[in-house]
T-cell receptor
Framework: GQNIDQPTEMTATEGAIVQINCTYQ??????LFWYQQHAGEAPTFLSY????GLEEKGRFSSFLSRSKGYSYLLLKELQMKDSASYLC???????????FGAGTRLFVKA | DTAVSQTPKYLVTQMGNDKSIKCEQN?????MYWYKQDSKKFLKIMFS???????INETVPNRFSPKSPDKAHLNLHINSLELGDSAVYFC????????????FGPGTRLTVL
């Protein structure tokens, strides 16, 4: 079956670091994506991992371990505008289908 | 310029009606998608088109019929609307598949009364 798990909600303080975990079990794998979605808006792309390891992009980093079916998104120097849902998504082997997790709602407090 | 646009943004209608949502992308992408996001914020793939050909139909009822007149457009027609169809529908596009990110439209909030 296809399953992507991530925490429902997290709260963190402005200026801090937060790690959002994602575990997946899918029939195929052709990369893992992280998207950010603010309330009432469309998801926007944050990062992509297809090989094991860490990808860094400014304040955001994403890590992948394919053998463990595990990824995390690391957000540094949190800002209030980072309050949003973060969606973990796995693309299947054929490439045309992306399976999304339910998302993690992050609340950043002052 | 808007990369992926959808119309209408809001759609309120009665049960049993037929409605359409339009999607256009000006990114030159060859793959387009329809997603449904329900009240629990779960984003689920419905259809995927590549070069106007249907690639994925994710066990969506026959009442939903996508149509891609050209690579830049993917419209969604829904017949006999039901209460459970109430959701936000997102159109998206990408350049091919694999490593390429998807660009999402602003969404259409459908409310069936």
């Amino acid at each position: 079956g296809q399953n992507i798990d991530q925490p429902t909600e997290m709260t963190a303080t402005e200026g801090a670091i937060v790690q959002i975990n994602c575990t997946y079990q899918t029939s195929g794998f052709n990369g893992l994506f992280w998207y950010q979605q603010h309330a009432g808006e469309a998801p926007t792309f944050l990062s992509y991992n297809v090989l094991d390891g860490l990808e860094e992009k400014g304040r955001f980093s994403s890590f992948l371990s394919r053998s463990k079916g595990y990824s995390y998104l690391l957000l540094k120097e949190l800002q209030m505008k980072d309050s949003a849902s973060y969606l973990c998504a796995v693309r299947d082997t054929g490439g045309f289908k992306t399976i999304f997790g339910a998302g993690t709602r992050l609340f950043v407090k002052a | 310029d808007t990369a992926v646009s959808q119309t209408p943004k809001y759609l309120v209608t009665q049960m049993g009606n037929d409605k359409s949502i339009k999607c256009e992308q000006n990114l030159g992408h060859d793959t387009m998608y329809w997603y449904k996001q329900d009240s629990k914020k779960f984003l689920k793939i419905m259809f995927s088109y590549n070069n106007k050909e249907l690639i994925i139909n994710e066990t969506v009822p026959n009442r939903f019929s996508p149509k891609s007149p050209d690579k830049a457009h993917l419209n969604l027609h829904i017949n006999s609307l039901e209460l459970g169809d109430s959701a936000v529908y997102f159109c998206a596009s990408s350049h091919g598949t694999g490593t390429n990110e998807q660009f999402f439209g602003p969404g259409t909030r459908l409310t069936v009364l």
